[in-house]
């Protein structure tokens, strides 16, 4: 499987993981995501035809909020 990680906000892919024998379960693990609740893991990990997408948030993103934080309620980030 390949895992991306991708901003949430501005869908910039930050980062990819080539691991053809992780299961999704091992990702969950490796990844930190396992102390995530199942339905915010299901709103985090996207997997598609062959690989998952992992929603985070890249580094311009999280100044624009840690400078805006009513951006965060907004829902979206306007760079
Ligand atoms: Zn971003």
């Known amino acids: 499987m390949r895992f991306e990680y991708v ?9 990819a993981v080539d691991a053809a024998n ?4 091992d990702a969950v693990q490796r990844l930190g995501l396992h102390h995530l609740d199942s ?3 299901r709103d985090v990990i996207q997997s598609r035809a ?5 929603q985070t948030v890249c580094e311009a993103c999280e100044q624009a909020v840690a400078m805006n934080p009513e951006l ?3 829902g979206n980030v306007i760079q």
């Open 39 to 41: 339905d915010h893991q």
């Open 72 to 74: 965060l309620i907004e």
């Open 50 to 54: 062959g690989d998952v997408q992992i």
């Open 7 to 15: 901003c949430r906000y501005c869908k910039r892919p930050i980062g």
């Open 22 to 25: 992780w299961t999704y379960a």
